[in-house]
């Protein structure tokens, strides 16, 4: 007689079914950690709007400050120019006259003497 008797049959089956609700909560456990596509996509569209604004603003203000060195050098040649003005301005208004004074009062002083 190599047929199970029924209660064997029953811790059989008792023990397959122990078996088989472990391995779903397993399997159940694996389907929960696993990201469904959907999501996955959505991330990566989140993802890749992030570091497209990211870069956008990168270029932003890449561009402000090279605009920012232009203005700089603009104002440096402007103030540089206004100083060469500057000296052309005392030259003239100052040291011309003095210069042309002098000159005068040595033609006189040689006139004089002559």
Do not use: C, W
Request: glycine share 2%.
């Amino acid at each position: 007689m190599d047929d199970p008797s029924n209660g064997e049959l029953a811790r059989r089956l008792e023990l397959i079914h122990v078996d088989l609700k472990e391995d779903f909560r397993e399997l159940a456990k694996r389907l929960d950690a696993k990201v469904s596509l959907e999501r996955y996509e959505l991330e990566r569209r989140n993802r890749d709007e992030v570091h497209t604004t990211m870069m956008e603003r990168i270029a932003a203000i890449e561009q402000a400050r090279v605009e920012e060195q232009r203005q700089a050098d603009a104002e440096r040649r402007a103030a540089e120019d206004r100083r060469r003005q500057d000296r052309r301005l005392v030259f003239a208004a100052l040291i011309a006259p003095v210069l042309l004074l002098l000159f005068q009062a040595y033609l006189a002083a040689r006139g004089a003497s002559s």
